[in-house]
Structure formats: structure tokens, C-alpha cells
């Protein structure tokens, strides 16, 4: 089961130099198999370095962080990472944005095909196949960020901030889209948002991280019902969740 734990994690940035920052510490999480995990916190907490580091993009200069008992080292197709800018070719049509990596590792063009057909469809792209980037407005460019992403089949899905950009009703219906694609799927997810009504509609856990070196503060666990509707977000349960979790955070 794809389950990620974080272990006694400790990060400064060029340790042992006069310049060392120390960003994460004393870090002990575990990523549930199929969980929803949102991660919040104020800018600089480490919220970005920490998904990274589950990405296999640098490791921590302390502690460790395991992917089903194994020490995560380098990237890997099991960990797809969803990044606040889209990474969408601009020379690729969206269909083949979509099948970018299985095409890489070989899938024959049957199956390029019914990849593309699949996920085109389940990220809401139905009818935009071959058209190109430079036409998509900046929801659907993420779209095909999240489409090609799940294309791979990763077991983990690590997501930092991914509806930034977008407009209030933009990441509204990208927020419901996803949660329907990943009530089908039941990949393990992390979500860094520095959004707390996102954080909440979104996850099953919350994680709340202090500034400067960034430690766990807080873990809340959301139990309001799946599937979950954009009318939750007037319900007491949700407001006083929110109130709860806004008075942690450094403002
Ligand atoms: N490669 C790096 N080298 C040195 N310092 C870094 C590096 N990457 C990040 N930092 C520093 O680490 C701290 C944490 O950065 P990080 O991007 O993880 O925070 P964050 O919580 O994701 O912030 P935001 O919400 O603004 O994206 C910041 O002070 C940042 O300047």
C-alpha cells in the first residue's frame, strides 16, 4: 500500500556554511494509502521543500521519508508532482500532453490512444484533443497538468498549490473535478495550499505548520461526509473548522 511516513526530518539549507538556513525540523508524519493530506501553513514555513523532498527532488539533510518502507531517493514514477505553474508543453497537443509519459517508457500507440482518450476525458477535456496549449484558458492548461500527471499511474499524487493561479470560481470547479477523479482513483494525495477553505474542502487531514524552522503545529482531521458539495463550505462544521485553524496560523 502506498503509504509515505516522514521520520525525525530535519532540513537546513547549506548546512555547515555561514549561510545555513534551517527550513523543517523535527518533522514525524504519516501519509495514509488513499488519504486525502492537505498541508498548510504562512510563506516560508517549508510547506514547498517538504513536498519536494517527497518528490525525491533533494533529500533532507536529516531523517528520512519512506514510500512503503523504502527510503525515498530521486524521483520516481510512483510520486507525480503537480506544480503551481503548469508544466504543459506548448509544442504538444493536449492528447499528446496526456500520453507524454507513457510514450516515454514505451506504450505503443494503441495504447497512447486509450490513455489519451481516458484521461482527456476524466480531467474534463472531452472535445479539446488536439487543440494546442496557446488555446486553453489557465484552468484547462492545468487540466492537462493534472491529466498528464495521473496518465503516469502514480501511487502518490503531491500537488503544491496547483490552483493558485486561477480564479475564485476557476479553483472552485477544478477543487470538485479533482476530488471526482480521486474518489475513483483513491491515490494517496498531498495538497500544499496556503488556503484554508481549500484545505478543508479538500482533505481527510490537515496538517498545520509553524514558521521558521517549520514544525508540525497541528494535525486536524476533517470529518465532513464524501462526497463532499460546494455547499459545505456554509456549514457550522466547515466555519468552525476554519476559525479554528485560522487562529493557528502566523498571521
Ligand atoms: N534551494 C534553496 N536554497 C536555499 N533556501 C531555500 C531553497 N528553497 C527554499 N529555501 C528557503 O526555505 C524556506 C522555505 O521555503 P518553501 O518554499 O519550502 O516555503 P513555503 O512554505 O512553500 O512557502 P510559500 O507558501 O511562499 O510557497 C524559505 O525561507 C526559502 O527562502
Redesign the pocket.
Known amino acids: 500500500m502506498p503509504e509515505i511516513r516522514v521520520e525525525d526530518l530535519s532540513h537546513t ?2 548546512k555547515g556554511t555561514p549561510a545555513a ?1 534551517t ?1 523543517l525540523e523535527g518533522i514525524n508524519l504519516t501519509f495514509e494509502s488513499g488519504s486525502f493530506n492537505a498541508i498548510v ?1 504562512t ?7 517538504l513536498l519536494k523532498m517527497m518528490a525525491g527532488l533533494f533529500e533532507p539533510s536529516d531523517g528520512q521519508m519512506t514510500l512503503d518502507g523504502e527510503v525515498i531517493k530521486g524521483t520516481d514514477q510512483r510520486r507525480g508532482m503537480v506544480f503551481q505553474q503548469d508544466a504543459v508543453f506548448p509544442w504538444m497537443t493536449v492528447a499528446r500532453n496526456i500520453s507524454y509519459g507513457p510514450r516515454l517508457r514505451g506504450a505503443s500507440k494503441a495504447q497512447q490512444r486509450e490513455i489519451e482518450e481516458k484521461w482527456v476525458k476524466m480531467v474534463g477535456l472531452a472535445g479539446f484533443e488536439d487543440r494546442w496549449p496557446r488555446e486553453l484558458s489557465g484552468g484547462m492548461r492545468k487540466r492537462v497538468d493534472i491529466g498528464r500527471v495521473y496518465a503516469n499511474d502514480p501511487d502518490i499524487l503531491l500537488m503544491d498549490e496547483p490552483f493558485g493561479a486561477l480564479d475564485a470560481q476557476t479553483k472552485e470547479r477544478m477543487q470538485d473535478d479533482l476530488l471526482d477523479t480521486w474518489s475513483q482513483s483513491r491515490k494517496t494525495v498531498v495538497f ?1 495550499t ?1 488556503d484554508l477553505e481549500e484545505a478543508i474542502f479538500l482533505a481527510d487531514k490537515i496538517i498545520v505548520m509553524s514558521a521558521r524552522p517549520g514544525r508540525i503545529h497541528h494535525i486536524e482531521d476533517v470529518s465532513l461526509v464524501r462526497p463532499r458539495t460546494p455547499d459545505m463550505r456554509l456549514t457550522d462544521e466547515f466555519i468552525q473548522v476554519k476559525r479554528k485553524l485560522w487562529g493557528m496560523l502566523d498571521h
Open positions: 539549507f547549506g538556513l527550513v501553513g510563506s516560508g514555513c517549508g510547506k514547498s521543500t500544499v496556503h
